[in-house]
């Protein structure tokens, strides 16, 4: 028994291997000094999902309040992404959000290939109402800034909120 559960992790992480783009920090020239230095310093690559997407995983947005611009960036390292959020594109002030094996967002392309399938992407006030009126899910709190969409290509998301120093799941696409 213990053979065939080695055979998995084994697979799991050949597949992984095989089915993702990294990218370096340095692919994204419009990140803060700062943020790129620290997530050199973490040892972050910046997975890209599979598909006619320009590069992504590193968004800029108002998370925390409407004035304030704060990034994103899906960050993995030995196998597992978080998305960390440098407050006001400080790299001194990083949340670390909704960690994740990275095979779990592996999934079969149409030819078959085991593909990684996480992007995020900024979202606001009429997605996110849009969102809760079709699919339903917890009521969303009065939103004044934006909120994170992490998503599982071609398949569902959710929207990452901070409301009153806390991370809502609200309802995204279903």
């Excluded at 973490?42 to 890209?48: E, K």
């Excluded at 320009?54 to 030995?78: E, K």
């Amino acid at each position: 028994m213990a053979r065939a559960s080695v055979f998995i992790l084994l697979a799991a992480v050949t597949i992984f291997g095989q089915g993702v783009r990294l990218l370096s920090p340095s692919a994204f020239p419009e990140l803060p000094a700062g943020v790129a230095s620290e997530l050199k310093r973490r040892g972050c690559s910046i997975p890209q999902a599979s598909g006619d997407f320009p590069r992504h995983n590193a968004i800029r947005g108002h998370f925390a309040r409407p004035h304030q611009f704060d990034w994103a960036v899906l960050c993995s390292t030995r196998g597992s992404s978080s998305i960390l959020v440098f407050w006001n594109g400080s790299a001194a002030n990083v949340s670390s959000i909704e960690p994740q094996a990275d095979h779990i967002r592996m999934q079969s392309n149409a030819a078959g290939k085991m593909v990684y399938s996480r992007k995020i992407e900024p979202v606001g006030k009429d997605y996110i109402g849009e969102h809760y009126r079709a699919y339903g899910g917890p009521e969303p709190p009065p939103i004044d800034h934006q909120g994170i969409n992490d998503i599982f290509v071609g398949k569902a998301s959710v929207v990452l909120y901070l409301y009153q120093g806390k991370w809502l799941h609200l309802t995204g696409a279903d």
